[in-house]
């Protein structure tokens, strides 16, 4: 049985890292509201100017763009997205876990891979594995900004086409609710056309000055705000897992910590009672 000292000790170690794991949730709750607020209304920008691209493409089907050629896969780019740091359950081991069985399976069928790691602890599990990387955008999502995210959709669509990857595709965790986080796995290029309802009719629309320039236009800001879009959800994920696993920390040190108290109290109460049976039993000597 543990002394009472050491019990003493356990608790006030269990107490200071409670102190630590309340205010990392008081800080993930903070950025988890401010960037939830900006990706739900940038995500109805993006939609509209999705469906606008899509109808467009439907439209005019003459239309032709380098971003919506589709050639026979033999080279494959993939932007992974996790955290930074760490602390936040199984949010970065659930993208390795994937990334690698899909690393693996691309090696197969003698597929070659450009990886594009986005956080520091994907970027560490490929360094391991003796993966090649291209950490250029390594710590854009420690402050998200739509430049950052241009940059890398530019340099992207640059590697399709030039025909250096034949598909562009992003994994990446989809906020869904402050207790689930979706891994997602998106194809970025070639773009293609979402299923349309036939029953529903389509929509018309009036372009000015030609559908050519308006795709040549439209087409690149889509893409550049679809990885921005993709680095605010990961944010947004990864603020709520670590919300989750800090709130979880603080539930079993409030467990642990009851349980250790029962047992100082059992301990002191044995001791007592020791002292008292020794006082009485010298007393009748």
């Not at 763009?65 to 494959?76: D, F, G, L, M």
């Not at 690149?220 to 679809?226: A, F, G, I, R, S």
């Amino acid at each position: 049985m543990s002394s009472l000292k050491e019990i003493k000790v356990r608790l006030a170690s269990i107490r200071n890292t409670q102190k630590i794991t309340s205010a990392m949730k008081m800080v993930s709750s903070a950025k988890l509201h401010h960037t939830q607020t900006i990706i739900e209304h940038l995500l109805v920008y993006e939609n509209k100017l999705s469906a606008i691209l899509s109808g467009t493409l439907s439209a005019e089907n003459d239309l032709n763009s380098p971003y919506t050629a589709v050639r026979k896969v033999k080279q494959v780019a993939i932007v992974a997205f996790s955290s930074n740091t760490g602390l936040c359950g199984v949010f970065n081991a659930n993208v390795w876990k994937e990334l690698s069985a899909r690393l693996h399976q691309y090696e197969a069928d003698g597929i070659a891979v450009h990886i594009y790691p986005v956080g520091k602890k994907i970027a560490d599990e490929l360094h391991k594995a003796g993966y090649q990387t291209d950490d250029s955008f390594l710590t854009i999502g420690d402050k998200p900004v739509y430049e950052d995210a241009a940059r890398l959709a530019t340099a992207l669509m640059d590697l399709y086409t030039t025909g250096q990857a034949d598909r562009v595709e992003l994994l990446y965790h989809h906020f869904k609710n402050m207790a689930e986080q979706v891994l997602t796995e998106k194809t970025f290029l070639p773009v293609t056309l979402p299923e349309t309802d036939p029953a529903k009719e389509s929509l018309n629309y009036i372009l000015e000055p030609s559908a050519e320039q308006l795709l040549a236009l439209l087409l690149p800001k889509v893409l550049h705000l679809h990885i921005y879009t993709t680095l605010l959800d990961t944010v947004t994920a990864e603020h709520a897992a670590r919300m989750l696993a800090m709130q979880t920390a603080n539930d079993n040190a409030n467990d642990l910590i009851q349980e250790l108290t029962l047992q100082y109290n059992k301990t002191r109460q044995q001791a007592i009672t020791n002292e008292l049976l020794d006082i009485m039993g010298g007393s009748g000597q």
